[in-house]
């Protein structure tokens, strides 16, 4: 692959592409078989693997891209399952630990007829949230050129002080720091107590992706509209790029430079479940490989729209990591809808 930070992709668009690590909770989603019915009103629910950094990391694998997944599941079938789908999807999943005393998290998720997510977690405690600093893996971490991250490996002990630890590693060792704070307030012991944590790591991203929703939540209450606002309360000095993903209407990215929106592409929904992480999966895929294209921004709208396109793929089908795309699929349509 030549050094840590080459850039730029070959014809076969594999070996040029660095190694993305993520870091976090992997667990098992149950989901309704039909839409637009609440958790007590769900007939009966399919399961499904899922967590944000598992999803995006199988996401990075589908692509041709190199992933690997850092985090702890419980000795039990559905950790075993869960390693498993990961290897079967070509993501390393040689930093994943299993817990002998508490079970892989579980989590009950509906899109109810209002259009609103309703969450049920099964986590008092669930292994992840056990994964101690002695655990990790860093040899694998080290070899990152993105360590990309979330924010519920923060709520508690043992697992704030580990996903502490390798994002320190991760940042002596080159690699950018990519955070998607995926906001779930229900696991949280009250929202100011997410606020703070959530921000306070928040000026070591190199990268940060946000939703409109958590800009009003992390700024307490400002529009997340206002571009100069979000410039002002959100974007700091050692920041390279922040994204503010608007669902089907695409995003908006903040550079130091530049500042812009690249439009969605528009398809049917059938579930919206694992859009974000698709759309992250897919733009960590065109930054592995050149890991620059923040600075010009023909090169940022381009991998841009290939994130939004894999968002957009994603939410034809239910369930997250079965909907996420390969390169082929992604291609066809960008090259039918290049903005």
């Known amino acids: 692959m030549g050094s840590k930070h080459s850039s730029g992709d070959d014809e076969s668009g594999k070996d040029k592409h660095g190694l993305v690590v993520c870091f976090g909770e992997m667990l098992i989603d149950f989901v309704p078989p039909v839409a637009g ?3 007590a009103e769900a007939p009966a629910f399919e399961k499904a693997p899922g967590g944000a950094p598992a999803n995006v990391a199988v996401g990075i694998a589908r692509l041709g891209g190199s992933s690997a997944f850092v985090g702890k599941v419980g000795d039990d079938e559905f950790g075993y399952m869960l390693s498993n789908m990961l290897k079967e ?42 994964f101690h600093e002695s655990e990790l893996d ?28 390798a994002m320190k590693i991760a940042k002596e060792s080159g690699s950018l720091l990519s955070y998607d704070p995926n906001l779930r307030l229900p696991l949280w012991p009250s929202p100011e107590v997410a606020r703070e944590e959530i921000m306070r790591i928040w000026d070591q991203a190199d990268v940060i992706k946000i939703s409109e929703e958590e800009i009003t939540f992390l700024t307490g209450g400002v529009d997340p509209n206002d571009d100069k606002v979000v410039m002002e309360k959100l974007f700091h000095s050692n920041l390279k790029l922040l994204i503010v993903t608007e669902g089907s209407e695409g995003c908006r990215y903040f550079t130091k430079k530049f500042r812009g929106r690249v439009g969605g592409v528009k398809v049917k929904a059938v579930d919206t479940t694992g859009a974000g992480d698709a759309f992250v999966g897919g733009f960590l895929y065109c930054l592995s490989a050149d890991l620059e294209l923040y600075k010009d921004e023909k090169r940022l709208r ?31 349509v960008v090259r039918q809808q290049s903005p």
Do not use: Q, W
């Not at 079970?103 to 949230?129: I, K, Q, W, Y």
């Not at 793929?313 to 066809?332: F, H, Q, S």
């Open 89 to 130: 999807n070509k993501v390393d999943n040689s930093g994943v630990r299993f817990d002998h005393s508490a079970r892989t998290a579980l989590a009950f998720v509906t899109n109810r007829a209002d259009g609103e997510r309703e969450f049920l977690f099964f986590r008092h405690p669930s292994a992840d949230m056990l």
């Open 302 to 332: 381009d991998a841009l729209f290939f994130g939004n396109v894999c968002g957009a793929i994603t939410v034809t089908e239910r369930g997250a990591i079965p909907a996420l795309p390969k390169k082929d699929a992604v291609l066809r």
């Open 37 to 39: 019915v609440s958790l």
């Open 138 to 165: 860093e040899s694998i971490i080290e070899k990152a050129v993105i360590f990309h991250y979330g924010s519920i490996s923060l709520i508690a002990e043992p697992c704030r002080s580990t996903h502490l630890k």
